[in-house]
């Protein structure tokens, strides 16, 4: 539900709708839709749902046994110091901004309605800097884990207008709150996002022996292998069965992603280059891989047909001292050395290993994919 692949209608923007001015429980909001049909199988696909935050709040009134309002109060606004932010249900400030629309070219108070009906998707009230410690507090930390994290647009529609966009290894985030239902959100938050990241690109621009330096193949185990590499003075990023995307300094050993939160940092230990990826708050420390050449025997020795049983024949040739592989009908890859005997794709993510008999001649070949191992014996 909290990644809105739950099929579940929304009860607000997909059913005749009328808005509540009295207060309404989460029984009664549930009780609108739970008779209705799935939109789609769970997990099928993304649709936005303000139906499963209602749904997600009874489950933490059920688990905490306190209301939903009180346990966001008590486990989030009271320990992050979010002085300025409460529960619209529970308490309504002197100072609450009123949302204004526009009719015929003049500013209306938006209408009123009790946002009780929003529990788990909109009741809550907030400000600029109290939002930067929430920022600080669970994204940054990722005590909130980056599955669950996704920039947002939003805003109650007739009222206001906000965005919270972010990026923890870049180290900023932008909030923008207006209660005026038709401001330009969407545009501002690009815009300031595009001045953000052109201003690290001139603060931070590579040097041409870092970029030589940081090029090359990084092993990250199961994982695949990440691809580093330098065009026309910039860096790209690949990893194995990804797509490439430009990563960009952030110092002198240090890479962040703009469109992922994520970074590499590189170290050196025992004259080797590694590169620590930080994730969600996990790291793979990653080491580089040596450039590895082969002699003409060694490449011939390689190059044949695996048996890969009812998978095909995977097929090894070489061209110009590169090995490439082909099984069956499928399409045909440069399979790159971690050793003389392994090799890796940059298409997929898989690895090969090669083994030989007592003679040094290679006699099969096995296969590493999606956690499992395949056998193939090369034919003669």
């Not at 979010?82 to 003049?106: C, F, H, L, R, W």
């Not at 939002?131 to 909130?144: C, D, M, P, R, V």
């Amino acid at each position: 539900m909290i990644q809105h692949k739950s099929g579940i209608v929304d009860v607000v923007n997909e059913t005749p709708y009328d808005f509540k001015t009295e207060f309404t429980s989460i029984p009664d909001l549930i009780g609108e839709f739970k008779h209705l049909p799935l939109n789609f199988p769970p997990g099928e696909h993304y649709q936005y749902c303000t139906s499963g935050y209602i749904l997600l709040a009874y489950i933490i009134e059920k688990v905490s046994g306190m209301s939903y309002s009180d346990f966001v109060q008590t486990q989030i606004f009271d320990p992050l110091k979010m002085t300025s932010s409460y529960s619209v249900i529970n308490t309504s400030p002197e100072n609450q901004a009123i949302g204004y629309n526009k009719v015929d070219g003049k500013f209306t108070r938006g209408a009123e309605f009790s946002l009780s009906q929003f529990v788990g998707a909109g009741n809550l009230s907030s400000t600029t800097g109290d939002l930067y410690k929430w920022y600080n507090g669970l994204h940054k930390t990722h005590k909130i884990s980056t599955d669950y994290q996704s920039t947002h647009y939003g805003g109650i529609g007739g009222c206001t207008r906000t965005a919270f966009l972010f990026h923890a290894h870049a180290d900023y985030v932008i909030i923008i709150l207006s209660n005026y239902s038709e401001a330009l959100v969407e545009q501002l938050g690009y815009d300031l996002t595009c001045a953000l990241w052109k201003n690290i690109q001139i603060k931070n621009k590579f040097r041409i022996s870092n970029l030589k330096k940081f090029a090359g193949f990084y092993d990250y185990g199961n994982d695949g292998v990440l691809s580093l590499s330098e065009r026309n003075g910039s860096l790209y990023a690949q990893l194995s069965g990804q797509q490439e995307l430009e990563i960009f300094p952030l110092a002198e050993n240090e890479l962040v992603w703009q469109v992922v939160d994520a970074g590499l940092k590189f170290e050196t230990q025992n004259g080797k280059l590694y590169a620590i990826h930080s994730q969600n708050g996990e790291l793979i420390k990653a080491p580089k891989i040596q450039p590895i050449k082969l002699s003409a025997a060694e490449l011939c020795n390689i190059t044949g047909n695996y048996d890969y049983g009812d998978d095909g024949i995977l097929t090894i040739s070489e061209i110009d001292g590169r090995l490439w592989a082909k099984l069956s009908d499928q399409m045909e890859a440069e399979i790159l050395p971690i050793s003389k005997t392994e090799f890796f794709w940059m298409a997929v993510n898989a690895k090969i290993k090669f083994e030989s008999d007592e003679n040094g001649e290679i006699i099969k070949a096995i296969h590493f994919q999606d956690g499992l191992k395949t056998e193939a014996p090369k034919l003669k």
